[in-house]
């Protein structure tokens, strides 16, 4: 007779056990000669040592194939405990198309889904620095971060670092309440959100809380050499050309830098210019930047957005030339 623990910390226990415990009771039934017992998130097991063996061999792949797809269900569990990792792997990722980037939270398959989101992820299988300039709502940021996870996960890179330059449109930061991240971190809620997407919540804390993923203002990358690591700057038209500079000359060995930005929704003061502008102009034609140029067709908003921008355009080329 053995006995074994098993910790499941990284993983939301309901998100395993599933609704009413149901997954939980298909491995139990599958195991009839072993006792779990399942605690928070730890599982006892108490058994012939063969069977306890197998179980845990079995159990890693059913933890692997959670983190890799996002979800469990009961035929998964069924189909895990009767193959080998490799198999299982390759057969579900058959299920899920090729084009995926990413297996999110709940099942939810995320890919490029227009041209330009497709040219994006294919610059960035090529170089080393993408630069990505579109409107509102055609899926700049959400590409670039799925892309960041995606060489997370495959282990092509060591961290992720999130980074936006720190202005304001139009409020002011000093009136917010809170310490300096307290002030900040509302304005970087947006990669917030996409990495909630992507990753279970339990791991996703883990790797804030470890620095395998990196959220921080523009202004906190001076100084650094950033090795083994994706690196993305969003709204980079509020960077200026000097802080752009010296964004991009951060760039150290085996890094991904993907740089995404809207060249119309310019926040800085009017006797700054945009570094994002300003490096679209003189980067074009060196080797190894790329450039990809997402418009309207490309967002994946309600229907309505794209609408409000082209009312915009309208109005803006009907007051110049007034």
Do not use: C, W
Not at 8 to 32: A, C, M, R, T, W
Not at 57 to 85: C, N, P
Not at 144 to 170: C, D, H, M, S, Y
Request: no cysteine; hydrophobic share 40%.
């Amino acid at each position: 007779m053995g006995e074994k623990k098993i910790s499941i910390e990284n993983i939301n226990p309901i998100e395993l056990y599933g609704v009413n415990d149901s997954n939980l009771q298909l491995i139990k039934n599958l195991f009839p000669k072993l006792r779990i017992i399942a605690r928070g998130d730890e599982i006892k097991l108490i058994g012939d040592e063969k069977e306890i063996g197998e179980f845990h061999k079995k159990f890693q792949l059913l933890l692997l194939m959670y983190e890799k797809f996002g979800r469990i269900t009961e035929s998964d569990i069924r189909q895990l405990f009767g193959a080998d990792e490799k198999e299982f792997i390759r057969e579900k990722q058959k299920e899920t198309g090729k084009d995926v980037l990413v297996h999110g939270r709940y099942g939810m398959l995320i890919k490029a889904r227009t041209p330009n989101q497709h040219r994006m992820v294919e610059a960035s299988g090529k170089e080393d620095l993408v630069i990505a300039i579109g409107p509102a709502g055609t899926g700049k940021t959400y590409t670039a971060v799925a892309l960041a996870v995606q060489a997370l996960k495959n282990k092509e890179v060591k961290r992720i670092i999130l980074t936006r330059p720190a202005v304001e449109a139009g409020e002011n930061l000093g009136f917010l309440p809170g310490d300096l991240k307290d002030k900040l971190d509302p304005y970087l809620q947006p990669l917030y959100d996409a990495l909630r997407d992507m990753l279970p919540t339990q791991k996703l804390l883990s790797y804030l809380e470890d620095g395998t993923i990196e959220i921080a203002p523009l202004a906190f990358m001076r100084g650094r050499t950033l090795d083994n690591a994706f690196v993305i700057l969003d709204e980079a038209q509020n960077a200026t050309p000097s802080q752009l500079k010296m964004f991009l000359t951060r760039m150290g060995k085996s890094s991904k830098f993907i740089v995404t930005g809207d060249i119309t929704q310019i926040d800085l003061p009017r006797n700054l210019s945009s570094g994002l502008v300003h490096a679209s102009k003189i980067l074009q034609n060196i080797e190894g930047v790329v450039f990809v140029y997402l418009d309207e067709k490309d967002i994946i908003r309600h229907k309505l957005v794209s609408r409000i921008l082209n009312a915009y355009e309208k109005d803006v080329e009907s007051n110049s030339k007034n």
